[in-house]
C-alpha cells in the first residue's frame, strides 16, 4: 500500500474515531440529563406528599440538581425577587451541613421551607409550594414569592415556577391550563381552590403590575408565572385567577 493511502486510511480512521467518541459523549450527556431529570420529579413528588403528611423542611445540598440557566432567570424587575437562596450557606442550625465526626461536608445544605403544595388536575400538577422563590426553592418545585398574600386571604398570592423542557415537570405544561380550570392550594390542613380567570403572555418588564394588581380590592386572587416558550423564555407566561366562592 502506497504512502499516500495509507495516510488517508488513517485519516478515514482517526475521523470515524472522533465520530464515535462525540457521538458517545452526547448519549452519555443525555443519559445523565435524563436520569439527573427522572432525579428531581421523584424528589419533588416525595416532598409534596410529606408535605400534605405535615413535613415544613427539608435539608437539601446546594450543588444538587441544578437547573439550566437558573443563573439566569430574570421574573421581573420587583421587590423579593429570588432573594431567599443568594446565601450558598444556607439556613438554620444544620447549615453548612457536617459529617458524622463533625468535619465540615464537601457542599453546604439549604433549608427548604414548605408554604404547602399546589394542585391542578387538568394538567395532571401537584407541587411543593416553597416559603419563597430563591434558585434553591424552585429547582424542587413552585415558590411563593415573598410579601404576597397568604392562601385564601385577599390580595394576590403569586407563585413561580421553572417551565422545564421535560414534560410535565414542574410547570411546563403550564400553557395548557384553561379559563375556568381549578387551581389547588393545600396548606396547613386547608384546602383553596381558586378558578382561572385568564392567562396572558408578556414581556418581562411587565411583570410588576400583575403581581401589584391594584385593581384587584378585596379580591382573594392567585398568579402562577413561568417563562415561555419553552426552551426559550423570552417572555412571561401568567395564569390568574380568583378563589372559589369569593
Not at 41 to 65: C, K, N, P, W, Y
Request: proline content about 5%.
Amino acid at each position: 500500500m502506497s504512502s499516500s493511502r495509507k495516510a488517508l486510511l488513517l485519516i478515514l480512521i482517526f475521523w470515524i474515531a472522533s465520530v464515535i467518541v462525540i457521538f458517545g459523549l452526547i448519549a452519555l450527556h443525555q443519559i445523565r440529563k435524563r436520569s439527573l431529570e427522572n432525579e428531581r420529579d421523584d424528589r419533588i413528588g416525595q416532598m409534596a406528599d410529606e408535605i400534605r403528611e405535615g413535613a415544613e423542611t427539608f435539608l437539601v445540598d446546594v450543588d444538587s440538581l441544578p437547573v439550566f440557566g437558573e443563573e439566569d432567570e430574570d421574573f421581573g424587575s420587583f421587590e423579593g425577587n429570588l432573594e431567599s437562596a443568594e446565601d450558598p450557606e444556607g439556613t438554620g442550625p444544620e447549615s453548612p451541613s457536617e459529617t458524622s465526626n463533625g468535619a465540615p461536608s464537601e457542599s453546604p445544605t439549604y433549608t427548604l421551607t414548605s408554604y404547602g403544595t399546589v394542585s391542578i388536575p387538568s394538567i395532571g400538577l401537584e407541587l411543593p409550594v416553597w416559603d419563597g422563590a430563591g434558585v434553591i426553592e424552585l429547582r424542587y418545585g413552585a415558590g411563593r414569592m415573598p410579601l404576597s398574600c397568604e392562601a385564601g386571604h385577599p390580595g394576590n398570592l403569586v407563585i413561580f415556577g421553572h417551565r422545564m423542557r421535560r414534560y410535565g415537570s414542574i410547570f411546563n405544561r403550564l400553557g395548557e391550563v384553561s379559563i375556568g380550570d381549578s387551581i389547588t392550594i393545600f396548606r396547613n390542613e386547608s384546602s383553596f381552590t381558586y378558578v382561572v380567570d385568564k392567562t396572558v403572555t408578556i414581556e418581562p418588564s411587565e411583570i410588576s403590575c400583575y403581581i401589584s394588581r391594584e385593581d384587584a380590592g378585596d379580591t382573594c386572587a392567585i398568579t402562577l408565572i413561568t417563562c415561555t416558550p419553552v426552551g426559550v423564555g423570552t417572555q412571561r407566561l401568567l395564569v390568574i385567577g380568583h378563589l372559589s366562592g369569593s
